[in-house]
């Protein structure tokens, strides 16, 4: 099993940056597939973005292109969401999840993963 934690978020204004930090603990990291979801209130738990086991494969949901980025830190078990350029639109808890597999693909939804954080609040401000 893997632990995950999530840390990181908080209240910024429009047009800023936050970057979160999922730090992992119990298993191998490297045999994770990692992701970022978010929900906002009365809304689905959505896929942001994905990476796979050595980073080689990354994916966005197309409201995030160009302003998030998805890496992850092998050494320090630990995958990071820089997110820049913020919106209104942008506010939701951030969760991020695993899944045990070590392919190429990008899961982009929530059944496909296995363990999830407890989630941290991202509040953008106009």
């Known amino acids: 099993q893997v632990q995950l934690v999530e840390s990181g978020g908080g209240l910024v204004q429009a047009g800023g940056s936050l970057r979160l930090s999922c730090a992992a603990s119990g298993r191998t990291f490297s045999n994770y597939a990692m992701a970022w979801f978010r929900q906002a209130p009365g809304k689905e738990r959505e896929f942001v973005g994905g990476i796979d086991w050595n980073a080689e494969n990354i994916f966005y949901v197309d409201s995030v292109k160009g302003r998030f980025t998805v890496s992850r830190d092998n050494d320090k078990m630990t995958v990071y969401l820089q997110m820049n350029s913020l919106k209104l639109e942008d506010t939701a808890v951030y969760y991020c999840?695993?899944?045990?597999?070590?392919?190429?693909?990008?899961?982009?939804?929530?059944?496909?993963?296995?363990?999830w954080g407890q989630g941290t609040q991202v509040t953008v401000s106009s």
């Open positions: 999840a695993a899944r045990q597999y070590k392919g190429p693909a990008i899961f982009t939804h929530r059944i496909h993963y296995e363990y």
